[in-house]
């Protein structure tokens, strides 16, 4: 076989190779965005709500949650995505709230958020 015929093989199957892992990197994130392993709805008051990271900047909160008397207060720490539930939240810090989260489990980086409870909904208690 000649030198050139090899190369234009080995060219198209990396090719090949390098378009497949696209394809399916891309798939396994759209199902574990699309797919949530639980949903809920937590009701506390957000103690720390920010923006972080360096380069992917996500919005990240704690929602201290109120406790049945005589227990202990928890945390739940959460992310948030869309920006209308950002202004939510920021019109509701030192209000009661009740947030609506899903769960995604296997993020592959902390760049889509640093938790894997993501607010889907927001509202502020009266």
Known sequence: MDILVIKNKLIRYS???IVLLVVLVTAY?????????SKGERVGYIQKFS???WICKTWEGELLML???GALTEKFYFTV???SIVTKLNNSLGKKVT??????KGIPTNCFG????YIV???VID
């Open 15 to 17: 090719l090949l190779s």
């Open 29 to 37: 994130l759209y199902a574990v965005f699309s797919w949530s392993f």
């Open 51 to 53: 923006q972080k990271g």
């Open 67 to 69: 406790p049945v008397p």
């Open 81 to 83: 995505r869309d920006g």
């Open 99 to 104: 947030i609506s989260y899903e769960q995604h």
């Open 114 to 117: 640093e938790t894997e409870y």
């Open 121 to 123: 909904d927001a509202k």
